[in-house]
């Protein structure tokens, strides 16, 4: 019973992985500005070459290993597995999505990127598989300076996002945007996302109580005897 519960929240948290990265990638061929780590990631394509999803694993390794010099652990394994997944499907959906021909078209891919990050960020933290590798990190600063948690994100996106932007990275109104609303949107769909994998990995544990119990035979007959 434990292993089935393990592999459904493994499950989740693959499907949030790919539904953020989704998002991600609605983002950037909305072609409006893009969240401040994609900022980074796109201007190191730009100066360095290789893909914008090897630049998410390869920038994810580097912070992940900060992280590990910082608390003297290395995280768990759902970051990795975010740092690899990531970046390979943001490169997979890359092949198939493209930016809208008209400024409409452009400003509601960019909108349903930000819902649709929002609900992949809410998939992926409700199954509890470990955090991704920049909340790693802001983890570790977090309890090493004492600082609060929002002082330590925002500096860590103004940092990354300055960085970013002098490398030719593509800051713009969507970048804006997602700043301001991300925040909000996790606030709206972590709840929501938790309820439904709760329930998902209760339900599974019902089914395979069912699957385990005790059946009887014409059990309105009062003699009824158990098979097992």
């Known amino acids: 019973m434990k292993t089935a519960k393990g592999l459904r929240r493994w499950l989740i948290f693959l499907v949030g992985m790919m539904i953020m990265s989704l998002g991600i990638v609605l983002m950037i061929e909305a072609n409006l500005g893009v ?11 730009k100066q360095l070459g290789l ?3 090897t630049w998410s694993i390869l920038v994810g390794f580097c912070i992940i290993s900060l992280t ?14 975010n740092m690899i997944l990531v970046g ?14 008209t400024m409409i078209g452009q400003y509601v891919m960019l909108l349903v990127g930000v819902i649709v990050i929002g609900y992949g960020i809410g998939l992926y933290i409700a199954p509890k598989c470990g955090a991704g590798p920049r909340d790693s ?14 002082y330590v994100r925002g500096a860590m996106e103004i940092v990354v996002l300055a960085i970013g932007w002098s ?5 713009f109104v969507g970048t804006i945007i997602f700043s301001l609303t991300i925040g909000n949107v996790v606030g709206f769909t972590l709840p929501q996302c938790q309820r ?27 003699v009824s005897k158990e098979v097992r």
């Not at 590990?68 to 597995?81: V, Y």
């Not at 490398?167 to 800051?171: E, K, N, R, S």
Request: aromatic content about 8%.
């Open 137 to 150: 990190l802001m983890i570790a600063i977090t309890e090493k300076s004492g600082w609060k948690v929002q």
């Open 51 to 53: 893909t914008v999803g």
């Open 88 to 101: 390979i499907f943001i490169d997979i959906f890359r092949l198939f999505i493209n930016t809208p021909t």
């Open 196 to 222: 439904i994998v709760d329930r998902m990995i209760e339900r599974g544990d019902q089914i395979e109580n069912i699957n385990k119990r005790t059946v009887r035979v014409n059990h309105h007959d009062g």
């Open 35 to 45: 969240a401040p780590w994609d900022v980074l990631h796109i201007g190191l394509t």
């Open 167 to 171: 490398l030719g990275g593509p800051v």
């Open 68 to 81: 590990r010099l910082l608390t003297k652990e290395w995280p768990q394994i759902g970051a990795f597995l």
